[in-house]
């Protein structure tokens, strides 16, 4: 049997998805959750077989999950389901382990496939993207992501310094160099740049 977690911020889309494999007899969901954060603090509870993860969620970002997944819970495989198509997410996802990146409009007998196959030790990669996979390397730093993200959300330098921990200064430094690396004329060109290639 197959334990396998969600974590999808579109409960809609979570039950569905939850529903629909269970329907099959060699899955059983042991955790749902609508949020990063929740989904950390429940797979330390409950490790499961699979993690299946959206990137964009409230907290800790599904790559973000992933990267925590690889050093806290290796043995757990994490599977991406996105409607982005972005080559920088891709890349990020590979680098952090990721055994499956695949896109929401799967078929559902797709993407059940894909979850034995991975958890036969299979890596998955929507062939749609499986191309692009190298393109476009990222040349954020991780803290040069972290405060162009919380800027983009229209964080002050301040806020961006007492949330990351830093010295306003280096939070300048930080977002000017991100500025510097991505050509953009201020933060928020910036921070469109670096969505738009899935970078953040």
Do not use: C
């Amino acid at each position: 049997m197959i334990r396998l977690s969600l974590a999808e911020d579109q409960r809609l889309l979570l039950s569905a998805i939850a529903s629909l494999l269970e329907l099959e007899d060699d899955i059983t969901v042991v955790g749902r959750f609508d949020n990063g954060d929740e989904a950390r603090a429940g797979l330390i509870e409950t490790p499961p077989d699979v993690v299946l993860t959206d990137i964009e969620m409230p907290g800790m970002t599904g790559l973000e999950l992933a990267e925590w997944l690889r050093e806290a819970l290796p043995e757990v495989r994490v599977v991406i389901l996105t409607t982005f198509a972005r080559p920088g997410y891709l890349r990020r996802a590979l680098d952090a382990g990721v055994r499956g990146y695949l896109l929401k409009e799967t078929p559902a007998e797709e993407l059940v496939g894909a979850i034995r196959r991975i958890v036969a030790g299979e890596r998955v990669i929507a062939p749609e993207l499986a191309l692009t996979a190298f393109d476009g390397k990222d040349p954020l730093s991780e803290r040069e992501r972290q405060a162009l993200r919380l800027a983009g959300e229209g964080a002050s330098n301040a806020d961006i310094a007492s949330t990351l921990h830093l010295a306003e200064g280096t939070v300048r430094n930080y977002l000017s160099e991100a500025m510097s690396k991505l050509q953009a004329e201020n933060r928020i060109e910036a921070y469109r740049i670096a969505r738009d290639q899935g970078w953040l």
